[in-house]
């Protein structure tokens, strides 16, 4: 009786030891991601905005100095406290996920904390600014400008998908 009490200790001190670990990997990921994104923003804000367009690929991709109030393509652009609260609620909603231990799969989780990290950068520029820096512009194919945390949300929800297929569903509780 005792061996098995021991056993069962162990086993989850290696499981408290594991999930301490994973969550100090989610907030090194986190802190990088936000970092990034701001940094990229900080220089847009210095350096593209007093210029407004730099072309790197001419006819292709530039960096072009925008301030949106709304979401993709300035939907519900001036809405700003909406992409507040909403952007909580996800990032409250992601944390609950990722702590509950209903992602299986650790691709699955790393989706998650991509998408958090974006979510946090942008919320960082809602917040503090009233409007989120895009500077990353495709337009040759007209699409919409970008910035890091906006490829860290898609890449993240894109892996998320994956997984899910990848694991016919079952990578949530």
């Not at 100090?24 to 990229?40: E, K, N, R, S, W």
């Not at 609260?85 to 699955?108: D, M, P, Q, R």
């Not at 495709?138 to 929800?157: Q, S, T």
Request: with cysteine; charged share 15%.
């Amino acid at each position: 009786m005792k061996t098995m009490t021991m056993m069962t200790t162990s086993s989850t001190t290696m499981t408290n030891k594991r999930t301490f670990l994973e969550w100090i990997g989610y907030a090194l990921m986190i802190f990088c991601i936000v970092g990034l994104d701001q940094f990229t923003k900080y220089l847009s804000l210095t350096d593209l905005r007093p210029i407004d367009v730099f072309d790197l690929w001419p006819g292709v991709f530039r960096l072009n100095y925008e301030e949106n109030t709304g979401a993709a393509f300035s939907m519900l652009s001036g809405h700003t406290w909406i992409f507040i609260v909403l952007t909580v609620l996800l990032c409250s909603f992601l944390v609950y996920l990722l702590s509950k231990g209903s992602v299986h799969s650790a691709i699955g989780r790393i989706a998650l904390v991509f998408v958090l990290a974006g979510g946090i950068g942008n919320l960082i520029d809602r917040i503090f600014r009233g409007f989120v820096v895009d500077m990353f512009d495709f337009y040759l194919i007209d699409f919409a400008v970008f910035n890091v945390a906006d490829v860290f949300v898609c890449c993240g929800c894109g892996l998320f998908i994956l997984a899910f297929i990848v694991s016919k569903g079952e990578i949530l509780d």
